[in-house]
């Protein structure tokens, strides 16, 4: 009778050697040989040539690595392999500023600028209708990133679908048309609803 290692392992030396390449974590592998991590792992300190397999994926993915790293620019994070900059209102001078103006928004306001709905102050992130705060014009379309007139407040699902649109409106010669659905009365009971003005 053959051991998990000389069935499950060892015929797959070299798939094991491209999916370290390619930076497949060892539960992964041991799950795509159909093992459980702890076997995986027993057999990978009693086995050197599984132990030389992974190593030489790993060091392979290290030596490209290195060859391709650039270090990031300053202000920037690495995050997923990608730089990505931090959004102003995250760092420098305008970040004190949008604490600031954040704490003055959640303690004056009670009502979401996306949907009109109140907002309950006492959820918590992650609850789809906790408070936030959201950028009227957002900051990736030029917005100011921490003037208060730039700030509303906002349940956290409205913010997550507005994204970074903007809501515009277009002047008539009586009041303004709002083109965006986004503010018109949420309501189940349709048979209640009157449109502004009718009776």
């Known amino acids: 009778m053959k051991s998990k290692y000389e069935s499950n392992i060892k015929p797959y030396l070299s798939e094991i050697r491209t999916w370290a390449e390619r930076g497949v974590t060892e539960a992964d592998i041991a799950g795509n040989l159909s093992l459980g991590y702890s076997t995986f792992r027993k057999y990978k300190s009693l086995e ?8 030489e ?22 995050a997923g392999g990608k730089n990505k900059r931090l959004r102003a209102d995250h760092e420098g001078p305008m970040r004190r500023a949008y604490a600031k103006n954040k704490r003055k928004i959640l303690a004056t306001q009670t009502v979401c600028g996306i949907c009109g709905k109140l907002v309950d ?39 997550r679908q507005k994204s970074d649109k903007i809501v515009k409106t277009v002047q008539t010669e009586a009041k303004p048309q709002v083109l965006s659905n986004r503010l018109l009365p949420q309501s189940r009971d349709w048979a209640e609803y009157r449109p502004a003005g009718k009776k």
Not at 48 to 55: M, N, S, T
Not at 61 to 72: G, K, M, N, S
Not at 142 to 152: A, K, R, V, W
């Open 48 to 55: 050197p040539e599984l132990k030389a397999a992974l190593d």
């Open 121 to 159: 102050k006492t959820l918590k992130f992650p609850n789809p209708l906790a408070p936030t705060v959201d950028h009227i014009i957002p900051v990736a379309r030029g917005g100011h990133p921490s003037d208060i007139d730039n700030l509303q407040l906002a349940h956290w699902t409205c913010n």
């Open 57 to 78: 994926g790993k060091n392979h993915v290290r030596q490209y690595r290195d060859e391709t790293y650039e270090a990031p620019p300053v202000g920037s994070y690495a």
